[in-house]
């Protein structure tokens, strides 16, 4: 009887030498103790083989001639079994494996499974395995006998190490007299040099338990883990004799195929272990009672591994190039041919959690139905479908380590990797590209004044380059921070050509993003012609750039501008143990702390501002602190948005193969896939913890119309907010932009007021002066902006004379206020308008105009609050109305001017739902605010009178409330259709 050993240690080297030394000190104890038994029962089987076969065969030379080209055997026989490679996450969970012939994961000591396991097998294949020679002498002796009598074996009764040998040194299984003597024979040289647990650990390595799925798969570990999705270690009985259950005969017992014939040799296991007193009659009750079927887990339905995307397109090239980069492989082809048989432990960042969770969302037919696909003819003019597809990728800032990859959505309909293909990031590049290096280069800050006008470029070759917003309209002056949230493309461009575009492209090639990174298949990216075009500041690349790069730069932001190269691959060990393989993944340090905190502060606007342009994100996490970016390319061909928290970064595409234009209708589906995949992590991890606040940032109060100390004319069209910035680059100047000048209005346009206008028409108004902003000298002079109306005059009185006040930052500006209650009734063809007496008021002066633009024609003046327009314009379907209160000494701010429809409206001119008649209700906001740009006058200018004119028939319906700065004002304006806005009065300019 062998002596029999614990477990065995664990695969480190060192181990791996301890356990080889006492494997032979071990086996040479055996040997001795064992050695005269060996001998008796040596020279009883052979003298049995020979008296049964000596008339027939020729007695002992048969038995030679049997032996002759015996192979050798010894411990790494059986330890060279073409283990696959197994790939794990970061918490040690298995994602799948690179397999070739067969599934196979082994196991090093029968310490690894379950005591049932291994009692579960004796019972089955070979009862007297602790106690046989290694083979059974009366089974040796049948064998031949039915070879010499009928030329084939009908019966093995073969031993556990009997069948040990075969698994491992007849592969082919061949069923013949000298196949079955040379087994016998290695049999008995195997129980001589290896411990009984050393065998029945081999055994459990070798043997073949069938197709569980689409691959042949041996050894038990590997069964389990198919089967039950446990470990051996922790099978229970039922389970263990299930399992044993499979190997007599693999396809028979097939727990897929055939589960009830598993089922009965299962009942027959157990019933052979209570005979032989392995279990007792309580657990045997209770093992028979168990319904082990509705424990079994499904197999892979298809040929595919389970997450193919991050098996085959994610982890694959990047396993291939580490084993080169470790020099353990030539060049990648020869990597790749030794995962299936290497035995490769590969550890990765992944947390298959989450990877499940983004496979899950992007699965969801709810979230995608068939009518988000679109058909797509190819250039043979066949129609395919082109699934709305989706690439996200998940990484942790503070080490670069990928969480999650979400490659597509159905990879046997469409295998690319969306996660790793070059698509125009669009508006996303903007931090990256222009306004983060524009702030660490303090060539802007938060609060620096942009000018979104219209703007042109002369290129070579008579080109030229006008580029516009994806809004229909100019904002005028704003903010870099609303400029950034609202995602206005003309500022960006502002930015990226004052800084040059090489200093922001140094800044992209910090963050893994420059000419030298392309795809995981080598495919380029960013490329260095990307630095010649200005388009590049909206993300107009030349290829562009893959979800996983853009992710892996945002996460700079939160990470206090350092970045961490992205990566998957942790470390590689060899199938003893040795670590082959460990990543080193680069640094940088791209922003100052400072620069990163207030990019971020702004980037939160983004989802928390209303006018914001990912105010949904905001909505599903309230109170949490994400920050984030959107980007659209032209015809809405690519939607993006990647957002992050301190700890995680998530980015995601969406968009179509063949570049086709995005339904508006599922465009925002982008958001809803973002927050489903990120509830989870955020739940389990919240993000309320405010971003940490490094050393020498500064909160300034200042004009939101100038970026400069607020004056108190500093209300008069923006707002007063409170701003970041790094201590060093905030305003010290006076605001010079809102200004006081005299004026006069003559044939409805404003002039500089002169020494020669007659004093009753002077008036006094706040105006703005256009400031010095990037990029100006490409400003198109005549360019009309939500800002146009209440420019600074700039030519003075046609009737001659020195200007009075050309824009002082003084306000003599009258206190009186607007007429309100302005409403309007068609008689006939006349128009009565009616108001509101307006205190310390002499008399009113009226305007009209027949377009919201202008320009407005005084009709004259009347001491009372009623005046009649009998003299409408011809051609004319609405006419629009603004009310001056005046005195001796100055003059009121318009009324918010009303509409009023005087016929059929016509396809060039706005038609209104009103049926003739414009009632104003007091002191009214809301669209009743002029608009700058696409919300109301920025700041806290609300209209003191008139009513709410007529809704032109786009421009209705939703309301968008929001400001400029940290929301310390509150804008409504119509923001649907295309936009049109109500221009407002003229006069002192204190419309507030």
């Known amino acids: ?296 887990h499904k197999a892979p339905a298809s040929g595919l591994p389970a997450h193919p995307y991050l098996m085959l397109d994610e982890l694959k090239p990047r396993i291939l190039d580490a084993l080169v980069q470790s020099h353990l492989y030539a060049n990648a082809t020869d990597a790749e041919s030794a995962l299936p048989t290497a035995g490769l432990r590969i550890h990765t960042t992944i947390d298959l959690t989450k990877q499940q969770d983004v496979e899950n969302v992007l699965q969801s037919k709810t979230l995608f139905p068939q009518w988000t696909n679109k058909s797509y003819k190819d250039s043979a003019g066949k129609s395919t479908t082109d699934l709305y597809e989706a690439g996200v990728t998940i990484i942790d800032n503070q080490t670069g380590g990928i969480l999650a990859i979400g490659g597509g959505r159905d990879y046997l309909k469409d295998s690319i990797n969306h996660a790793d293909i070059a698509r125009q990031p669009g508006s996303s590049i903007k931090p990256l590209l222009d306004y983060g290096p524009a702030i660490d280069q303090k060539i802007i800050t938060a609060g620096s004044v942009l000018n979104d006008a219209p703007t042109h470029f002369s290129l070579p070759g008579g080109k030229s380059y006008d580029p516009k917003d994806d809004e229909p309209d100019f904002a005028g002056l704003m903010s870099a921070r609303v400029a950034l949230y609202e995602s206005r493309n003309v500022p960006a461009i502002d930015i990226l050509e004052q800084m040059t575009p090489q200093v922001g492209f140094s800044y992209l090639n910090k963050m893994g993003m420059g000419p030298s990174d392309t795809t995981l298949f080598g495919n380029p990216t960013i490329v260095q012609d990307d630095a010649s075009h200005l388009s590049s500041a909206i993300g107009g690349l030349d290829h562009g750039a893959t979800v996983t790069q853009v992710t892996s730069a945002y996460t700079t932001f939160p990470n206090q501008g350092v970045w961490h190269q992205s990566y998957m691959i942790s470390s590689i060990e060899d199938s003893t143990g040795q670590t082959v393989y460990s990543a080193h993944p680069k640094t940088a340090t791209v922003f100052s702390p400072q620069t990163a905190y207030i990019v971020t502060d702004m980037l939160h606007d983004v989802v928390t501002n209303p006018m914001g342009t990912a105010p949904f994100i905001g909505s599903q996490f309230p109170g949490q602190y994400v920050s984030g970016k959107t980007g659209t390319t032209d015809d809405r061909a690519d939607g993006w948005f990647i957002g992050y928290t301190q700890k995680y970064t998530a980015g995601i595409w969406m968009g179509y193969n063949h570049h086709q234009s995005i339904a508006q209708s599922v465009y925002n589906l982008k958001f809803n896939v973002w927050a489903d995949i990120m509830k989870p992590i955020l739940k389990q991890d919240p993000a309320n913890k405010a971003w940490p606040r490094p050393a020498s940032i500064v909160n300034v109060g200042v004009s939101s119309k100038s970026g400069m100390l607020p004056t108190p004319l500093s209300t008069a069209h923006g707002s007063i907010v409170s701003e970041l910035y790094i201590d060093g680059t905030q305003p010290t100047q006076k605001d010079n932009v809102d200004v006081a000048a005299k004026y006069v209005v003559i044939g409805g346009q404003k002039y500089l007021a002169t020494t020669n206008t007659p004093p009753q028409d002077v008036r006094t108004g706040v105006f703005i002066k256009l400031p010095d902003v990037p990029d100006a000298a490409h400003k198109v002079p005549t360019g009309v902006t939500a800002d146009t109306p209440y420019l600074l005059p700039t030519q003075a009185d046609p009737r001659g004379g020195q200007i009075l006040d050309g824009g002082s930052l003084t306000s003599t500006v009258s206190q009186m206020a607007a007429p309100t209650g302005v409403s309007g009734q068609l008689h006939g063809t006349s128009v009565t308008l009616r108001w509101s007496p307006v205190s310390d008021a002499d008399d009113y002066e009226v305007f009209r105009a027949t377009s919201q633009q202008g320009p407005y024609v005084d009709l004259g003046g009347v001491s009372t609050t009623a005046y009649t327009d009998q003299s409408l314009p011809a051609n004319a379907s609405i006419v629009y109305y603004e009310i001056y209160a005046q005195s001796t000494s100055t003059m009121s701010p318009a009324s918010v001017p009303i509409a009023v429809q005087i016929g059929v409206p016509t396809p060039d001119q706005p038609g209104g739902n009103d049926t003739g008649n414009s009632t104003g209700s007091g002191n009214e906001t809301g669209n009743s605010t002029p608009p700058t740009g696409t919300g109301g006058t920025p700041g806290n200018n609300t209209s003191s009178g008139g009513g709410t004119p007529p809704s032109p028939s786009n421009n209705t319906g939703n309301t968008a409330t929001g400001g400029t700065g940290k929301g310390s004002h509150t804008n409504t304006t119509s923001e649907t259709g295309n936009k049109t806005g109500w221009i407002p009065g003229f006069g002192s300019g204190s419309n507030t």
């Open 1 to 296: 009887m062998g002596k029999e050993q614990g477990p065995k240690g664990n695969s480190k080297a060192s181990e791996q030498e301890t356990k080889k030394v006492n494997r032979a000190n071990d086996a040479a104890q055996e040997r001795q103790k064992r050695r005269p038994v060996w001998m008796a029962i040596k020279i009883t089987a052979f003298s049995l083989g020979s008296l049964v076969v000596l008339g027939a065969a020729g007695g002992a030379g048969y038995i030679a001639s049997m032996l002759r080209g015996l192979p050798h055997v010894s411990a790494s026989t059986f330890a060279n079994n073409r283990a696959a490679s197994v790939i794990y996450d970061r918490n040690g969970k298995v994602i799948g494996r690179f397999q070739g012939d067969g599934d196979r994961q082994p196991i090093s000591s029968i310490s690894q499974v379950s005591p049932d396991l291994v009692n579960s097998f004796v019972a089955a294949e070979d009862k007297t395995f602790y106690t046989n020679i290694g083979v059974n002498p009366l089974a040796m002796g049948r064998a031949v006998l039915q070879d010499v009598v009928h030329h084939h074996i009908e019966s093995g009764a073969s031993t556990i190490t009997q069948q040990t040998v075969k698994l491992a040194v007849f592969p082919q299984q061949q069923r013949t007299a000298q196949r079955k003597i040379q087994e016998i024979a290695l049999a008995l040289e195997v129980n001589h040099q290896l411990s009984k647990d050393e065998i029945m650990t081999d055994y459990m390595n070798w043997v073949y338990m069938g197709r569980l799925g689409t691959v042949p798969v041996y050894g038990v570990k590997r069964a389990s883990e198919i089967l039950f999705q446990k470990d051996p270690k922790n099978l229970t009985l039922p389970e263990s004799t299930f399992l044993a259950a499979i190997p007599n005969n693999p396809s028979y017992f097939s727990p897929y195929q055939y589960p009830q014939h598993t089922l009965q040799r299962q009942h027959y296991i157990l019933q052979q272990m209570l005979a032989n007193n392995m279990i007792t009659q309580s657990q045997f009750d209770d093992a028979m009672k168990f319904d082990i079927l509705k424990d079994i």
